[in-house]
T-cell receptor, first 111, second 114 residues
Framework: DADVTQTPRNRITKTGKRIMLECSQT?????MYWYRQDPGLGLRLIYY???????NKGEISDGYSVSRQAQAKFSLSLESAIPNQTALYFC??????????FGPGTRLLVL | AQTVTQSQPEMSVQEAETVTLSCTYD???????LFWYKQPPSRQMILVIR??????QNATENRFSVNFQKAAKSFSLKISDSQLGDAAMYFC???????????FGTGTSLTVIP
């Protein structure tokens, strides 16, 4: 079983809709991250969290919000989706050795 | 924000040959971590190799090795005896020892020619 899972794997939505991407992990790591990947731009950090009470903005947090419901769960929300939020979204955890473990990604298309 | 630059958008290598992917970064800090990640067509991000800046010895993982030049702020990845399964997008990443964010380069797409 995968250590970091993301749901859904693919999603098509319309402009203005609210959408939530979910991430769960079984690695027991406190640190969790949300990234988006765009062609030619690599991965950019949206939000990160060190525990359920510690949420931090990354470099591109505008238009996004997150919730850390438990150590194992970290959700990303788009309150009102827009087409330029079409991207591949990754959740990741990080261990004490500085290694990140990525989920399989969610491909989001906003029409 | 830190800058990580991968100047080779695409590279190709013959099967069984050696290829080197380049990465440079911009930082004023002395203690940090550097990483190479592989992203095959399955889109899963997989850690290939990691280097701590305080270690002078270059990291090695089987056929993968790095050439870490701290003064030049360079961190290249060498893949020896290239295999078809090495074909993927490769990302270089940086994290300050004092910070919490990871910064990624824009990636190099590697093609392995049979």
């Amino acid at each position: 079983d995968a250590d970091v899972t993301q749901t859904p794997r693919n999603r098509i939505t319309k402009t203005g809709k609210r959408i939530m991407l979910e991430c769960s992990q079984t690695k027991g790591h406190d640190r969790m991250y949300w990234y988006r990947q765009d062609p030619g731009l690599g991965l950019r950090l949206i939000y990160y969290s060190f525990d359920v009470k510690d949420i931090n903005k990354g470099e591109i947090s505008d238009g996004y919000s997150v919730s850390r419901q438990a150590q194992a769960k970290f959700s990303l929300s788009l309150e009102s989706a827009i087409p330029n939020q079409t991207a591949l979204y990754f959740c990741a955890t990080r261990d004490s050795q500085e290694t990140q473990y990525f989920g399989p990604g969610t491909r989001l298309l906003v029409l | 924000a830190q800058t990580v630059t991968q100047s080779q958008p695409e590279m190709s290598v013959q099967e069984a040959e050696t290829v080197t992917l380049s990465c440079t970064y911009d930082t004023s800090e002395s203690d940090y971590y550097l990483f190479w990640y592989k992203q095959p067509p399955s889109r899963q991000m997989i850690l290939v190799i990691r280097q701590e800046a305080y270690k002078q010895q270059n990291a090695t993982e089987n056929r993968f090795s790095v050439n870490f030049q701290k003064a030049a702020k360079s961190f290249s990845l060498k893949i020896s005896d290239s295999q078809l399964g090495d074909a993927a997008m490769y990302f270089c990443a940086y994290r300050s020892a004092l910070g919490n964010q990871f910064y990624f380069g824009t990636g190099t797409s590697l093609t392995v020619i049979p």
